[in-house]
């Protein structure tokens, strides 16, 4: 009998890694040709390297697309990985870009860029000023497709394989449309949320006096809270920080709160963390103005900028022109590193982890009381289960383990103590500028090349919401261990022979 | 016949009578040593009498009864409390912290600082270049370094040894204050085990002052720097602290004397019951070992690196992360910028004191911190996570060393670990507040809390605390020790008791 001419299914790990690779493939290239078009529009310089290099990879990613079998069943631990994968690819073919295109002239300033960009954070080295129309695109670009991943992450690729599952927005009950009730369901309703979001924002910079263009590079660092920004007067304008800072507000919010109040699903008032989202932008603010000399209506808002800046994690640059108390960066630490709601482009530990935190603790001190007594944790309306507290309690862990690796490897190459943890901090909340003690943005320009590149893996852990990295991580050490072990079996086949 | 005197039940009365006895006890010793050869001997038999009084009556007019958790950890800490009330008595009346351009209330908060920072071993202090400690007599220094020996091995450790009638609660009250999860027994009764510990402690602290004497210092030096020393305190007779002898064989004494201050104090039990050595059959043990040889290495090679000799950096580094790793806090800098003063090390080094100020020693110790137990259950416990994800189906216990720990005990470790993160982020962020910069504040909140004693930058190994805090600053910090020599909780909780005593009176109050 014929055997019939069907394809084998891959191996989910073979799968998911070619998937990955495609799609930064696609990703990478899909915005390298648009860039490229939108270069035609100033000098055109650089059009022929985007268009060529963009559609190298397009094309690229389709034909790998396209060999992949389906594997029969796709293991979680795989897709995680192979986020991390896909999101260090798209790295290096941004900075394959920006050195193509002569934008970066080492490669390290170009890895530096497009971690920033795709991971972000926004801490630039490139001079926006002497990049054309073409390449000044892609690097907001890189911030909007990175905003968008860390939403996918956020609201599917971890809930339904990694933890949280409980908080998958997938119910029906009640007759409501939920945001993700399956992944291509889910990826679909973000975008619907995530490109109106950048059109309202862009409309928003448009109306306070920018220029079209300039407003949607504005509007695409804004929704994705990456912070890149193109001139270093770019705040001057009033009305233009009153929108960045209620666009800063929006793309710190949770898409999942956002769509419950779209479709009707509850009020405002029972959207607990949009609540507490709201009230750390009041209360910092309060707090900074109580802790700085300035007054009158530029303070109000300045502080609100920086505020909002810090709390959805984007990062946006804002002197402070009046005084300036000692407490002041802390604050702007411990926001950065609480960060934005879960369920947003925002970074940082998010309020979801911090809620649950602080309410194991409450448990922990009535277990105290009463050790027998069994005690729920309730988070959004659910029961947290117990695997996913532990979850959170194991990413608070993991999140002080990378703030502080990365403070010793940045010390270690030169920085001081307190710079070294402000910058650990805010590469790990993906939040942007480091601000000294006195409150001047510090620019990443004048720190070593070491110091920047330690701080890479920071970005991409904060970025992922560490848990996928760490799996990445934990499956190439398992590859490699199995191939020792590999190693060590055919040793000792031949040495048993040879006996 | 006489009528047998009224009794009111309350067990926290009776500890803290007890335990204000010891303290008198120690006042008016060292008030003794005072007016041998100082000043203040008056003033100090006034602080005993005074620490006395109340003591007495609360010893004769209680008697203890049975005891719910609540109630422990409102002992505990009240005694805790008021202990360290009644303990900066001697330095009030004595006027040590008296200065000319500062008010009652700052001195009343000095006073508190030190002797909070005493009885918790924490080591933090308030004398300095304004207050030289080399200006006081002998009793107030021997009285400072007392409150840390009484307090490494814990109040109510030792109220509990002559108070039979606690039968079962005095294990309750040990484990409230015993560093660690919960407290061995080395005896079928609690009084015997707590005996058996402060034999083990005074024999500890013995061994130590005869090793300070061959190694040169004067006998009340010596027998100073035992206390401080087997209680993993930090509190020096000198203003340089173990600088001040700038002595190898004075550092190697006090570095042993710190380790096995800062092991399981079980472990020296069994050792010497069974005659050999079981410390490195503990998996506790052997990490916090391998912790602090670890970090020696590396600090030592971080110190090289940025130009320090060889035999320098390791000497610093060795002494440096041994103090601070077991809790201890001594310094061996002989001024500031001299080798051994850290906090003009380069940041790498400082980042790796900062995490050996979050460890700290291992449970059943003398030492503070989070304890490397719960580091190594916690990383234990991160890793089963991670695998888990991997393997959702997997069913995945949490090793600690050959066995298993059960499921609530990990619970509750992470539940401390969440705890203690918080009141570090919090106490971090108050004591920004009250002018403090961030590395001074983080350096002053983690090492208060796990009462490890010089903090980073402005509150170093050769600075007052007063230069790197103000007065309010200082008060939340000695409150930090408090909570953090209690593990937390007790402290905590202790309003429960008094709480639901006051809501059973507003309820029912003709009862």
């Not at chain 2, 004595?94 to 000319?100: D, E, P, S």
């Amino acid at each position: 009998m014929a055997t019939g001419t069907t394809r084998r299914p891959w191996a989910s790990w073979t799968a998911t890694t070619a998937w990955s690779v495609s799609a930064s493939l696609l990703l990478v290239g899909g915005l390298a040709v648009l860039a490229g078009l939108v270069d035609l529009i100033d000098t055109g310089a650089d059009t022929p390297t985007l268009l060529t290099a963009g559609s190298g990879m397009c094309i690229a990613g389709v034909l790998l697309y396209a060999r992949v079998e389906r594997p029969d069943n796709t293991r979680p631990a795989d897709i995680l990985a192979a986020t991390t994968l896909a999101m260090t690819l798209a790295i290096l073919l941004v900075a394959a870009i920006y050195l193509l295109t002569g934008a970066a002239q080492r490669p390290d300033d170009a890895l530096f860029e497009a971690t920033t960009g795709i991971t972000t954070t926004a801490m630039s080295v490139l001079d926006p000023a002497i990049l054309g129309d073409g390449m000044r695109f892609l690097r907001a670009g890189t911030q909007w497709a990175g905003g968008f991943a860390a939403l996918l992450v956020g609201i599917v690729i971890l809930p339904f394989f990694g933890f949280g599952r409980e908080f998958a927005d997938r119910s029906r009950s009640g007759g409501y449309h939920p945001l993700a009730p399956d992944e291509w369901s889910a990826t679909r309703n973000i975008a619907k949320l995530y490109v109106p979001g950048t059109i309202l924002i862009w409309i928003g910079y448009a109306l306070a006096g920018k220029g079209p263009f300039d407003a949607l590079l504005l509007a695409m660092s804004t929704i994705s809270t990456g912070g890149f920004t193109n001139s270093p007067d770019e705040f001057a304008d009033a009305s233009v920080q009153w929108v960045a800072i209620l666009g800063m507000f929006l793309a710190g919010s949770s898409m999942v709160t956002l769509w419950h109040l779209i479709v009707g699903r509850g009020g405002l008032h029972r959207q607990t963390g949009l609540m507490l989202y709201l009230g750390m932008h009041i209360a910092g603010a309060l707090l900074l103005m109580l802790w700085s000399t300035g007054d009158g209506m530029d303070s109000v808002r300045q502080t609100l900028f920086v505020v909002a800046a810090s709390v959805s994690t984007t990062g946006f640059p804002m002197r402070i022109p009046h005084g300036w108390g000692a407490a002041a960066p802390v604050l702007l630490l411990l926001l950065v590193s609480i960060g934005a709601m879960s369920g947003s482009a925002g970074g940082g530990l998010q309020i979801r982890q911090h809620r649950a935190l602080m309410k194991l603790a409450v448990r922990e001190m009535a277990r105290q009381l009463h050790p027998r007594a069994v005690l729920k944790v309730r988070l959004a309306g659910r029961v947290a289960g117990e695997n996913t507290l532990r979850q959170i309690v194991v990413l608070q862990f993991l999140f002080v383990a990378v703030v502080f690796g990365t403070a010793f490897l940045v010390a270690i190459f030169g920085l001081d103590l307190s710079s070294s943890l402000s910058a650990a901090v805010h590469a790990t909340a993906t939040a942007g500028p480091v601000r000294a003690l006195d409150g001047s943005l510090v620019d990443p320009g004048t720190w070593s090349r070491p110091v920047r590149l330690a701080l890479l893996p920071a970005m991409i852990f904060g970025r992922l919401s560490i848990y996928p990295a760490v799996v990445a991580l934990a499956s190439l050490l398992n590859l490699l261990r199995s191939k020792t072990r590999l190693r060590r079996r055919y040793r000792a086949r031949v040495h048993g022979r040879n006996l | 016949m006489s009528r047998p005197r009224p009794r009111w039940t309350t067990t926290t009365g009776h500890v803290t009578g007890i335990a204000l006895l010891f303290v008198a006890a120690g006042m008016f010793a060292s008030a003794i040593i005072e007016a041998a050869s100082g000043t203040d001997g008056q003033a100090m038999i006034l602080a005993s009498v005074l620490t006395a009084l109340p003591g007495v009556t609360l010893w004769l007019w209680t008697r203890p009864g049975s005891l719910d958790r609540a109630t422990v950890f409102t002992a505990v800490a009240g005694t805790w409390l008021v202990v360290s009330a009644f303990g900066a008595l001697p330095y009030l009346l004595a006027g040590t912290f008296q200065r000319g351009e500062i008010g009652p209330l700052e001195v009343l908060a000095d006073a508190i600082f030190e002797s909070v920072s005493g009885f918790s071993c924490t080591g933090s202090t308030v004398f300095g270049s304004h207050n030289l400690i080399a200006d006081q007599g002998p009793g107030i220094l021997i009285y400072r370094q007392f409150t840390q020996w009484i307090g490494g091995m814990g109040i109510v450790l030792l109220v509990v040894t002559v108070l039979p009638a606690l039968r079962a609660s005095g294990l309750g009250l040990i484990g409230a204050e015993a560093p660690g999860e919960g407290g061995d027994r080395l005896a079928p009764r609690m009084a015997q085990t707590a005996r058996r510990f402060w034999y083990v402690y005074v024999g500890l602290t013995a061994l130590i002052t005869t090793a300070l004497l061959a190694a040169g210092m004067t006998p009340f030096d010596a027998v100073a720097h035992a206390f401080t020393t087997a209680s993993t305190g930090g509190f020096s007779t000198r203003d340089s602290s173990i600088g001040y002898w700038d002595s190898v064989a004075v550092e190697m004494v006090i570095m042993i004397g710190l380790l096995m201050g800062g092991a399981n104090f079980t472990l020296h039990s069994r050792s010497i019951s069974s005659r050999r050595p079981v410390h490195m059959k503990d998996a506790e043990f052997r990490s916090y070992i391998w912790l602090l040889t670890g970090a020696t290495l590396v600090v030592t090679v971080l110190l090289m690196d940025d130009g320090m000799g060889m035999t320098r950096a390791l000497r610093s580094a060795a002494f440096n992360v041994v103090t601070l790793g077991t809790s201890g806090g001594f310094g061996n800098a002989t001024g500031p910028g001299s080798n051994g003063d850290f906090v003009r090390w380069a940041a790498g080094p400082q980042l790796v004191l900062l995490l050996l100020l979050v460890s700290g020693g291992c449970t059943g110790s003398t030492s503070g911190g989070v304890k490397v137990m719960r580091l190594t259950v916690g990383i234990s416990h991160a890793r089963r996570t991670l695998r888990s994800i991997r393997h959702p189906r997997a069913v995945l216990p949490v090793r600690h060393g050959s066995g298993t720990l059960a499921e609530p005990l990990v619970e509750r470790i992470a539940g401390f670990m969440v705890v203690y993160g918080m009141l570090v982020v919090s106490g971090t962020l108050v004591v920004a507040a009250l002018g403090t910069d961030l590395v001074t504040a983080l350096g002053g909140v983690i090492g208060s809390l796990g009462n490890m004693g010089p903090a980073l930058n402005k509150a170093g190994p050769t600075a007052s605390f007063v230069d790197g805090f103000t007065a309010p600053a200082r008060t939340v910090l000695a409150l930090l020790m408090l909570i953090g020599r209690l593990e937390l909780f007790p402290m905590l909780l202790m309003l429960v008791t008094p709480y639901r005593a006051l809501q059973d009176g507003v309820r029912s109050p003709h009862s």
